[in-house]
């Protein structure tokens, strides 16, 4: 049979989404900048996917901004939001442990002459808010803050983190990577202060190169891409109506009997940590218990690379990754593991299991039993 267990990497599109892009494609085609029949009715679909995501967020349709999707999302929000302020100060805050494309922003900011603070995070990969508290300054204009980290599922406490930020400098915006929390928690951003929201399509059963950023009303954002002025002048470019209209479908999909599908992802998780530190030599990295997001779980495996037991398994049909799928094909020690203090000979031996509301009890056991098969005889293997 086959296991896939990599859905923090992408997920299979739902079958809903993927027959309304088929019909945007070969039928309703039309440009929604077009001022005839034919464009009005693919701005219709715009307009139907902007209201379902705004919908599940509770905010206004006209503070949903579309793109191509999460890079791009946090990248504008990011570097655009800076720029946009930067008369208001250059100091801006994230954390050690973001995903490249928030990293890398902030990075470039650094090259652009902004002062950058990293904040450190604890053994399971969360932040402290006092650290948080110090860091910020009269001359903060931006806080970055991952909801839920794509390589050992901690979770930010972002709804504290926006209160602390707001009181401190009640100026200083605060945006939130919310591309591996979106669909796996309830997300208010205006009740939880937050001001920029960024989400990605393909990590809710929607299509590739889709996504979609929050901002807040009347928050100053610099435009990246010029062009047409599309997306009210923040994003040009003729919108990709199929995948903006796969997307609203599977947002709306995604909250539907939510609360059922968030609990069985949790005893999933459960059930495999439970039985997968059974195994010699195999330890979980991060909270256990359900202040960890529900669909992932890192596993360290002493003596054995993570490549190797991927592959091994993959032999079998079974698809995890090493570390973040983003940067897999580009080997590096994981900056994340890393900072939560992972032990050295740790850090090239760990592999990340993910779910999605899809996954089975049968594709878990599938995978704890080879995983009870392979590990000691890779570890044998190794040492031999």
Not at 265 to 282: N, Q
Not at 348 to 360: G, L, N
Request: net charge negative; glycine share 8%.
């Amino acid at each position: 049979m086959e296991a896939y267990l990599d859905n923090s990497a992408t997920t299979q599109c739902s079958q809903e989404a993927a027959d309304l892009m088929m019909r945007l494609l070969r039928v309703d085609y039309g440009n929604p900048s077009s001022l005839h029949n034919c464009g009005m009715e693919a701005e219709n679909y715009v307009k139907e996917a902007r209201k379902r995501i705004a919908q599940t967020l509770k905010v206004n349709e006209k503070e949903i901004y579309f793109t191509s999707g999460g890079s791009e999302s946090n990248n504008l929000a990011i570097v655009g939001s800076a720029l946009a302020n930067k008369r208001s100060g250059m100091h801006v805050i994230t954390t050690a442990i973001e995903h490249p494309s928030v990293a890398n922003p902030f990075a470039y900011l650094e090259e652009q002459g902004f002062a950058v603070t990293y904040l450190p995070v604890d053994a399971y990969g969360c932040i402290s808010l006092q650290d948080l508290k110090d860091a910020m300054c009269s001359d903060t204009i931006l806080v970055s803050i991952m909801h839920v980290n794509n390589e050992i599922g901690a979770v930010q406490p972002v709804e504290e983190a926006a209160r602390l930020i707001k009181q401190t400098n009640p100026n200083c915006l605060f945006h939130v990577d919310a591309i591996q929390s979106y669909g796996k928690f309830r997300i208010y951003p205006k009740r939880m202060g937050i001001d920029l929201l960024s989400v990605s399509g393909h990590k809710i059963h929607g299509p590739k190169g889709s996504g979609f950023l929050f901002v807040r009303d009347k928050v100053k954002v610099h435009p990246l891409i010029l062009g047409g002025g599309q997306e009210r002048g923040l994003r040009s470019g003729t919108e990709n109506v199929p995948a903006i209209a796969g997307l609203g479908q599977a947002a709306m999909e995604i909250y539907q009997n939510f609360d059922a599908k968030i609990m069985q992802m949790y005893r999933l998780r459960d059930y495999f940590i439970a039985e997968v530190e059974k195994i010699d030599g195999v330890s979980v990295n991060g909270h256990k218990d359900h202040s960890n997001a529900p669909h992932i779980v890192s596993v360290s495996v002493s003596g054995v690379r993570s490549e190797v037991l991927l592959h091994a398994l993959e032999d079998r049909e079974i698809y995890v990754s090493a570390g973040s799928a983003c940067s897999s094909n580009k080997p590096a020690v994981s900056r994340t593991l890393q900072s939560i203090g992972l032990k050295r000979e740790l850090l090239e031996s760990t592999v990340r299991f993910s779910f999605s509301v899809h996954t089975t009890k049968e594709e878990i056991d599938y995978a704890l039993e080879a995983m009870a098969e392979l590990v000691p005889m890779l570890a044998k293997y190794r040492r031999s």
